[in-house]
């Protein structure tokens, strides 16, 4: 396995380590952008109804802290039990903050201030409404000299999730700064996930990157309205009331984009289509929901939308787990391993549904549930961009490879092109003085000893000449096998060189005389078409010298076969070996240019070598074989 290979597999194993450590970092963080713990309010109480007449005969309950009531068209009536702390002057005020920020309407009493004097915040009253410009609702109210009740009246058709403190200015400021910090840690994230997966899909042109990149777009925009920096930084721009249907329009269309997104996801996994049936029909029941919050009950509307969420996520873990056909996938780059992506819809699962448990007022509220939809958006980005940049690089690897063998598929196919365009050249020229010859003796009556001779010359050279295309042609393309047997080289050798007519030009000098193991037939022919090489386009008056011989340790036989240079000079190093190849000035012999193709293939199918060297002013090939072949 390759070093980047190995690198891969072991960052796709960290991928669900790190969701479960960054669910937990979540978790742990959440506590910290929370409101600090005051010392005002002494107890907190909650009754759901239009209008309280007495309050007296109201059936009041107990909360703590956080309230979580869900989705619901009548307005919530909380208590607060105030009372001074010790060594504060009834002058000093104090701020009651509510949290979170997508809350309608919520109205103070305090029977410290005037009953014309009593202030209103919320999403659909103007941002300047609030005591001091935060992202959360605040009211400064004084601190008094006795212990005092407030009513709060809160009015949304949002979740009817509720955080409330009262702090003095200090500590409000101060527990503002924190929030905005973290805050904008969370938007700088999601910004910065966008921002990797626009360049991510630029680089690599990939359908699912581009899907992220809406993704992102959509939590990007949801995280902005959601978190208040729309309600901050729009409200001198937008209307409360356009600013909170946008809220609202932002919550339906992430949701609508992440089920989407992970259909899209999901369906390159070839997944049964009653499965993608259901996912489909869940994605496309957000259009009456949308319908519902427009033109009937927005609250409704925007608790379906939670519901919708819940069951799309139960269904996306579902299918992965028993609707993809794992076993018989098609190896592809661009799927994950079931672990990473069954994991990842678990993990989506438990946030998800534990926002949910939160929201629609099933269970008790924590500091958790006002962010669980950014932990979301948050988890979704960095995972999905670990993914998503395995999986580009995964992909881009499989389209270098793909490049690389269709490069050398045209390249083969260039070669074969070549190679035809070089036979038949080769034919075209070899073939056309012996046929020549033999059409000129077939056409006289009685031809000349000589042209008789010439004649058979040909034909012996056309039968060469087809012999050696055989030859290639099984050892390139079909393949041969061997016959291995024990060899006396310098017999093979000597016989081969006293069979030949031109042997009183050979020089043969052996100093090994033992035996190896290889095929006769075709070492003969790999020798003798070195020695015919050596003939034909070496000097004529010179000698040809053949040596065997073993190395210095023993370990292999060489076989050299020396020419002087010949009219046909020094052939090209980088091409002596290649088919069909002849230099320009090796025209005047006959020759098929297959012969030192052959040896060379022919040697190394005996696990040998063969060189090609000048030494000496002389021309010199060496067949180099391992004892051992």
């Given at each position: 396995?390759?070093?980047?290979?190995l690198?891969?597999?072991r960052?796709?194993?960290?991928?669900?380590?790190l969701?479960?450590?960054?669910?937990?970092?979540?978790?742990?963080?959440t506590?910290?952008?929370?409101?600090?713990t005051?010392?005002?309010?002494?107890?907190?109480?909650?009754?759901?109804?239009e209008?309280?007449?007495n309050?007296?005969?109201?059936?009041?309950?107990?909360?703590?802290?956080?309230?979580?009531l869900?989705?619901?068209?009548?307005?919530?009536?909380?208590?607060?039990?105030?009372?001074?702390?010790a060594?504060?002057?009834?002058d000093q005020?104090?701020?009651?903050?509510?949290?979170?920020?997508?809350?309608?309407?919520?109205?103070?009493?305090?029977?410290?201030?005037?009953?014309?004097?009593?202030?209103?915040v919320?999403?659909?009253l103007?941002w300047?409404?609030?005591?001091?410009?935060?992202f959360?609702?605040?009211?400064?109210?004084?601190?008094?000299?006795e212990?005092?009740?407030?009513?709060l009246?809160?009015?949304?058709?949002?979740?009817?999730?509720?955080d409330?403190?009262?702090?003095?200015?200090?500590?409000?400021?101060?527990d503002?700064?924190?929030?905005?910090?973290?805050?904008?840690f969370?938007?700088?994230?999601?910004?910065a996930?966008?921002?990797?997966?626009?360049y991510?899909?630029?680089?690599?042109?990939?359908?699912?990157?581009?899907?992220?990149?809406?993704?992102?777009l959509?939590?990007?925009?949801?995280?902005?309205?959601?978190?208040?920096?729309?309600?901050?930084?729009?409200?001198?721009?937008?209307?409360?009331?356009?600013?909170?249907?946008?809220?609202?329009?932002?919550?339906?269309?992430?949701?609508?984009?992440?089920?989407?997104?992970?259909?899209?996801?999901?369906s390159?996994?070839?997944?049964k289509v009653?499965?993608?049936?259901?996912?489909?029909?869940?994605?496309?029941?957000?259009?009456?929901?949308?319908?519902?919050?427009l033109?009937s009950?927005?609250?409704?509307?925007?608790m379906?939308?939670?519901?919708?969420?819940?069951?799309?996520?139960?269904?996306?873990?579902?299918?992965?787990?028993?609707?993809?056909?794992w076993k018989?996938?098609?190896?592809?780059?661009s799927?994950?391993?079931?672990?990473?992506?069954v994991?990842?819809?678990?993990i989506?699962?438990?946030?998800?549904?534990?926002?949910?448990?939160?929201?629609?007022?099933?269970?008790?509220?924590?500091?958790?549930?006002?962010y669980?939809?950014?932990h979301?958006?948050?988890?979704?980005?960095?995972?999905?961009?670990?993914?998503?940049?395995?999986?580009?690089k995964?992909?881009d690897?499989?389209?270098?490879?793909?490049?690389?063998?269709?490069?050398?598929?045209?390249?083969?196919?260039?070669?074969?092109r070549?190679?035809q365009?070089q036979?038949?050249?080769?034919?075209?020229?070899?073939?056309?003085t012996?046929?020549?010859?033999?059409?000129?003796?077939?056409?006289?009556?009685?031809?000349?000893?000589?042209?008789?001779?010439?004649?058979?010359?040909?034909?012996?050279?056309?039968?060469e000449?087809?012999?050696?295309?055989?030859?290639?042609?099984?050892?390139?393309?079909?393949?041969?096998?061997?016959?291995?047997?024990?060899?006396?080289?310098?017999?093979?050798?000597?016989?081969?060189?006293?069979?030949?007519?031109?042997?009183?030009?050979?020089?043969?000098?052996?100093?090994?005389?033992?035996e190896?193991?290889?095929?006769?037939?075709?070492?003969s022919?790999?020798?003798?078409?070195?020695?015919?090489?050596?003939?034909?386009?070496?000097s004529?008056?010179?000698?040809?010298?053949?040596?065997?011989?073993?190395?210095?340790?023993?370990?292999?036989?060489?076989?050299?076969?020396?020419n002087?240079?010949?009219k046909?000079?020094?052939?090209?190093?980088?091409?002596v070996f290649?088919k069909?190849?002849?230099?320009?000035?090796?025209?005047?012999?006959?020759?098929?240019g297959l012969?030192?193709?052959?040896?060379?293939?022919?040697?190394?199918?005996?696990?040998?070598?063969?060189?090609?060297?000048?030494?000496?002013k002389?021309?010199?090939?060496?067949?180099?074989?391992?004892?051992a072949?």
């Amino acid at each position: 396995m390759g070093q980047k290979k190995l690198a891969r597999c072991r960052l796709i194993a960290w991928i669900p380590r790190l969701a479960i450590h960054l669910l937990f970092w979540l978790v742990a963080v959440t506590p910290c952008i929370s409101f600090a713990t005051d010392s005002f309010i002494q107890s907190q109480d909650y009754w759901i109804g239009e209008s309280p007449e007495n309050t007296k005969n109201v059936h009041w309950q107990t909360f703590q802290r956080y309230l979580a009531l869900g989705y619901g068209s009548e307005p919530v009536w909380i208590r607060l039990h105030v009372a001074p702390e010790a060594g504060k002057s009834p002058d000093q005020s104090i701020e009651i903050n509510i949290r979170p920020g997508f809350l309608d309407q919520i109205d103070l009493y305090d029977p410290l201030l005037a009953k014309t004097a009593q202030p209103s915040v919320g999403d659909r009253l103007s941002w300047s409404n609030n005591a001091r410009p935060s992202f959360t609702y605040n009211f400064s109210v004084p601190i008094g000299a006795e212990p005092r009740t407030l009513f709060l009246r809160v009015k949304t058709s949002s979740t009817r999730l509720i955080d409330i403190s009262a702090l003095t200015p200090a500590e409000a400021q101060n527990d503002e700064r924190e929030l905005l910090t973290a805050l904008s840690f969370v938007l700088y994230s999601l910004c910065a996930f966008l921002v990797w997966a626009t360049y991510n899909w630029i680089t690599h042109r990939d359908r699912l990157s581009g899907d992220f990149v809406l993704l992102q777009l959509a939590s990007v925009g949801y995280s902005i309205v959601i978190l208040g920096f729309a309600r901050v930084y729009l409200s001198n721009k937008l209307s409360p009331e356009t600013l909170d249907t946008l809220t609202s329009l932002a919550v339906l269309t992430y949701c609508f984009t992440c089920t989407w997104f992970y259909i899209r996801l999901i369906s390159e996994y070839g997944i049964k289509v009653w499965a993608l049936r259901i996912l489909w029909t869940l994605l496309a029941l957000s259009i009456p929901v949308l319908a519902i919050y427009l033109f009937s009950a927005p609250w409704l509307g925007l608790m379906l939308n939670t519901c919708l969420m819940a069951l799309s996520c139960i269904a996306l873990l579902l299918c992965s787990l028993f609707a993809i056909p794992w076993k018989s996938l098609p190896s592809n780059p661009s799927l994950l391993p079931k672990k990473i992506l069954v994991g990842y819809f678990l993990i989506l699962f438990l946030v998800n549904w534990t926002h949910a448990y939160s929201i629609l007022g099933f269970g008790r509220s924590t500091s958790l549930s006002f962010y669980g939809a950014i932990h979301n958006a948050l988890m979704t980005g960095l995972l999905l961009s670990m993914v998503l940049y395995v999986r580009s690089k995964k992909i881009d690897h499989d389209r270098k490879q793909k490049l690389i063998r269709e490069q050398a598929r045209a390249d083969h196919e260039r070669q074969q092109r070549t190679q035809q365009s070089q036979f038949m050249d080769m034919l075209a020229h070899e073939l056309n003085t012996p046929l020549s010859v033999i059409s000129l003796a077939i056409g006289l009556t009685y031809p000349s000893q000589k042209l008789r001779e010439l004649a058979a010359n040909g034909i012996t050279n056309i039968k060469e000449l087809i012999n050696r295309c055989v030859q290639a042609s099984q050892v390139n393309e079909i393949g041969i096998p061997l016959h291995k047997e024990s060899i006396n080289l310098e017999a093979l050798i000597g016989s081969l060189i006293h069979n030949r007519p031109e042997s009183e030009r050979i020089h043969f000098q052996a100093t090994y005389a033992g035996e190896i193991l290889g095929d006769k037939k075709w070492l003969s022919i790999a020798v003798n078409n070195l020695i015919d090489n050596a003939i034909k386009y070496g000097s004529k008056e010179d000698c040809i010298d053949v040596d065997l011989s073993t190395n210095a340790d023993r370990t292999s036989i060489n076989i050299a076969i020396y020419n002087d240079i010949g009219k046909a000079g020094l052939p090209d190093q980088n091409k002596v070996f290649q088919k069909y190849y002849r230099s320009e000035s090796a025209h005047h012999e006959t020759g098929s240019g297959l012969g030192l193709f052959l040896s060379k293939n022919l040697v190394e199918m005996h696990n040998g070598n063969i060189h090609y060297t000048v030494v000496d002013k002389r021309i010199c090939f060496t067949i180099c074989i391992p004892l051992a072949a």
